[in-house]
């Protein structure tokens, strides 16, 4: 069964300091993954996805296919990076599974 | 652009009534969805439409049915509420853009059922 799982509910770092959103999927196939974000008050919103190799907001997100993960980080974390994050996997047929998400409070 | 709209933003609704949650988006994007948001669960498809006249059940369609009016509207209806259907409902809708298929949400509407 396709499966996307992020292991912490709530992740809470200092301002400055790394971040590390964890994300592990399970897929038989070829992972498409994103990371989709949404802050206090606003949509979500997608953030980034593997398939384009980007860094969005200082935040990265590399796909190992040998761990079946896609955690994001980032090296220095702002205090509005506060927000709800999810993990989501393509599941074909251009549907999406979302893991449980993981919501980050960055501390001043 | 207004992208995806939802009403009506917030409700609350006692056991066994009937709503209809409406959803627009003018992106004319082929593909609409409907998901649950609760705490712990994250997102949860209920239906979808990949295309105007076509609906799918998604993971958790229990309780729901579902209406592609055109290719804009999707709408959503709760034909007995239960409280077990207490919840944040979002759509969005989806296009190829190149890359990959980007969903597009609307704001949400805050279901309580008593």
């Known amino acids: 069964a396709q499966r996307v799982t992020q292991p912490e509910k709530l992740l809470s770092v200092f301002k400055g300091a790394p971040v590390e959103l964890k994300c592990n999927y399970s897929?038989?196939?070829?992972?498409?993954l994103f990371w989709y974000v949404q802050y206090s008050r606003q949509r979500l919103q997608l953030l980034l996805r593997h398939i384009s190799r980007e860094s969005i907001k200082g935040f990265t997100a590399d796909l190992n296919k040998g761990e079946t993960s896609f955690h994001l980080k980032k090296p220095f974390a702002q205090e509005e990076d506060s927000a709800m994050y999810y993990c989501a996997l393509h599941q074909g047929a251009q549907k999406l599974v979302f893991g449980q998400g993981t919501r980050l409070t960055i501390n001043p | 652009n207004a992208g995806v709209t939802q009403t009506p933003k917030f409700q609350v609704l006692k056991t066994g009534q009937s709503m209809t949650l409406q959803c627009a988006q003018d992106?004319?994007?082929?593909?609409m969805y409907w998901y649950r948001q609760d705490p712990g669960m994250g997102l949860r498809l209920i239906y979808y439409?990949?295309?105007?006249?076509?609906?799918d059940k998604g993971e958790v369609p229990n309780g729901y049915n579902v209406s592609r009016l055109n290719k804009r509207e999707f709408s959503l209806r709760l034909e007995s509420a239960a409280p077990s259907q207490t919840s944040v409902y979002f759509c969005a809708s989806s296009e190829w853009d190149r890359v990959s298929y980007e969903q597009y949400f609307g704001p949400g509407t805050r279901l309580t059922v008593t």
């Open positions: 992106m004319n994007h082929n593909s």
């Open positions: 439409s990949a295309s105007e006249g076509t609906t």
């Open positions: 897929y038989s196939g070829s992972p498409e």
